[in-house]
Nanobody, 122 residues
Framework: QVQLVESGGGLVQAGGSLRLSCAASGRPFSGYFMGWFRQAPGSEREFVSRITWSGGITAYADFVKGRFTISRDNAENTVSLQMNSLKPEDTAVYYC???????????????WGQGTQVTVSS
């Protein structure tokens, strides 16, 4: 079992920044690929970003490229998502998740956090 706990969400004005963090505990963290997803009311959960276990390879959804940056610290068992130039359409619950394979599909992620709300006002 891997337990994931997100933090850092909140209310921010358009153009502002937030940094989400995800703390992992349980099984060895370094063996998992980590991802961030988000879900807005009435919408399906969608891929935002992912990172390999080494942190060497990252990927982003087109709608966050150039604005969001994912990183991880295996020594601290954390993964972070720096979100800049936020837009009202970024409003959603953000989830971190852990997967045994490199994937953008929510179905491939085995462990999920409880989510943290991000609200961007216009």
């Amino acid at each position: 079992q891997v337990q994931l706990v997100e933090s850092g969400g909140g209310l921010v004005q358009a153009g502002g920044s937030l940094r989400l963090s995800c703390a992992a505990s349980g099984r060895p963290f370094s063996g998992y690929f980590m991802g961030w997803f988000r879900q807005a009311p009435g919408s399906e959960r969608e891929f935002v970003s992912r990172i390999t276990w080494s942190g060497g390879i990252t990927a982003y959804a087109d709608f966050v490229k150039g604005r969001f940056t994912i990183s991880r610290d295996n020594a601290e068992n954390t993964v972070s998502l720096q979100m800049n130039s936020l837009k009202p359409e970024d409003t959603a619950v953000y989830y971190c998740a852990a997967a045994p394979i490199l994937s953008r599909a929510p179905r491939d992620y085995k462990y999920w956090g409880q989510g943290t709300q991000v609200t961007v006002s216009s």
